[in-house]
């Protein structure tokens, strides 16, 4: 696992071009906004009429998200996906090509009629966007390749919007050309890139379209709360836009006022965010382990309200300077401070909202997947909206300053993150058994990915050494999976309750309680019926002495009633760690001999579940194994 990289997707043609178009839309779209504003000054228009356009144009912007994200789903659902993305870029082209006219003639309303067939542009692409890469990358792929979009993202719109800022500033009376030319150019290069997309086929080629904008909207919003876990998922990815828009939207008073600064200090402060939230955004892969591991949510969550509240402490008024440039800043006493938050809040931003991403990829229907992203668009745009609302209110009503709306913010993260987690503890249970797992051991894994299915149901066989096997296995295997476990080690205090989450299936033997036993048994084959990953220790306790006992023919009861492939797999190392049955009771509450202990996972090629039988699993076990208990 360690030996993968997720930049290597960069040369992969499955990924690159479509990584460029998305970064280049993002990079484009931003350079035309912000030249909007440069050619307002270079106009000379009042204050009150350029405060009239600024407010106006990001609402021309978000508008088609309102109103067409529905009908964008369905059609993102039923055409071939990179002939759609042709589509989109070739709109840029024509659109871009109006916006050029209206730069030339230094027309505002052809640039604002532009920006709102940009806004349409963008609300066609975006449900392509993330439901294109789950048929394009591996399910061990989601967090990288989400993790390199979110990461092309962040800088395409913060490069984009220093770029376009500048092109006035650099270009005087040549101005609007240069935006003309550059938009054109950026458009064209977009289309030609997409066109090097390799095809995607459509999500449900058969599917009927509603025209109906109010119909079609409220049908995507449904569908996209069929699942709990997608549904608090997008909503979490909703409340990342709202808490970003409230943050980004306070820089540019905040850098004068609190900071001291000029117009560059803001760019700085939005960089050094940006900056962080892309490199959260590609740490995910490398903490998670190349699996779609909600664990990181809750940390990005609390990671980033405790920045946001050390920046909230590191300046709550005032300062008597001004007109600092970035060397100035840095040179004043806690500027450091500052740096350091907004670095640690973009980075917890990335852990926060990748995972998120992953999930809704990872556990929704590729015939409903543009049309969940078509709904999750629509409600980003309202929480865009609302927070651009209450950040105005809480300053023109409640008299709030800008480190008091950062107080709040945190504070209100913090509430949504406990709401988010209470009413879907799985986001809580994987934060939990990540930490513990990656603070107590090192994990090597060798053919996890290759073997286990990415998708339907399959049955996963593996020796039991040790009462956190289960948690182990669950850090390594890329797809939620049931655990079967003895009825004692589920009933641990504390461990019970993650177990509980993560669905796993007690059993006990029939002298103990035959009712719970087939209750198990039932339980299991309702989950292979399913399509789901069932895990069981076919040993039937923890081995005593460090060897693999005798597999029980529960297996092959399993496989009697649903023959589906099973999956070999075996762990190595594990003897010598904490709670196995090496040491006395209270030796096994010892931290393990190595801190931090090398383990491995092992997994062999699945056969076919009706013709095997416990035996042979055990001796495929016993080779996966070798020598290392």
Partial sequence: MSGHNQFALLTQRRFLPFFIVQALGAFNDNIYRQAIIGLLFYLGVSSEERT???????????????????????????????????????????????????????????????????????????????????????????????????????????????????????????????AAVAIIALALIGNFTARMIPRVDAGAPD??????????????????????????????????????????SQLPTYAVVNLGGDEVLYIFALALFSLGTGVGS????????????????????????????????????????????????????GSWRIIIDLLGIGLFTGFFVVPLFALIQSRTPKSEMSRVFAALNIQNSGFIVLAAVLGLLSQR???????????????????????????????????LSWVMVRTLYRLRVKGVEDNVPDEGAALIVCNHVSYMDALILSAVIPRPARFVMYYRIFNIPVMRW??????????????????????????????????????????GALT????????????????ARRPVPVVPMALKGMWSSMWSRRDSRLGQMRVPRRFRAHI?????????????????????????????A
């Fill in 282 to 333: 590609l740490l995910c892969e490398k903490l998670s382990g190349r699996i779609v591991e909600i664990g990181l949510v809750p940390l990005g969550a609390f990671g980033m309200s405790a920045f946001l509240l050390d920046l909230y402490f590191a300046r709550t008024g005032a300062v008597t300077v001004s007109g600092l440039d970035v060397a100035g800043f840095v040179q004043q006493p």
């Fill in 544 to 559: 005593k002495d460090g060897e693999i006992a005798a597999f029980k023919s529960g297996v092959e009861k399993i496989l």
């Fill in 498 to 539: 993650i177990f509980k989450t993560a669905k796993a299936i007690p059993i006990a033997s029939p002298k103990e309680d035959a009712a719970l036993m087939q209750r198990a048994f039932d339980e299991v084959d309702a989950a292979l019926a399913e399509g789901e990953l069932v895990c069981i220790f076919p040993e």
């Fill in 397 to 431: 009503l409640l008299g709030w300053t800008i480190p008091q709306v950062f107080l709040a913010l945190a504070i209100a993260n913090i509430v949504v993150a406990v709401y988010i987690f209470s009413i879907v503890p799985e986001f809580l249970m994987r934060f």
């Fill in 600 to 628: 491995e996972v092992v997994a062999g090629p699945p056969v076919d579940g009706g013709q095997t039988d416990a035996p042979q699993l055990e001796l495929l076990v016993r080779k996966l194994r070798g020598d290392e």
């Fill in 52 to 178: 009239l356009y600024t407010n106006l144009a990001p609402a021309l912007f978000i508008l088609p998200y309102f109103l067409f994200s529905a009908l964008a789903g369905q059609i993102a659902e039923k055409l071939e996906k990179q002939k759609l993305i042709v589509i989109t870029t070739t709109m840029e082209i024509v659109v871009m090509s109006l916006a050029a006219v209206g730069f030339l003639t230094q027309n505002m309303p052809v640039l604002l009629v532009a920006l709102f067939c940009t806004g349409l542009q963008s609300t066609l692409f975006g449900p392509v966007k993330y439901s294109v890469l789950p048929s394009i990358l591996k399910p061990e792929e989601l967090t990288g390749g989400n993790g390199l979009v979110e990461m092309g993202t962040s800088i395409s719109i913060l490069t984009g919007m220093i770029a376009g800022g500048m092109i006035f500033a650099l270009a005087g009376t040549h101005g609007p050309i240069v």
């Fill in 207 to 248: 599917l009927k379209i509603n025209w109906n904008p109010i119909s079609e909207s409220l049908a995507v919003l449904r569908l996209a709360k069929k699942q709990k876990a997608v549904r608090n998922a997008i909503l979490g990815v909703s409340w990342f836009w709202f808490f970003g828009t409230v943050l980004t």
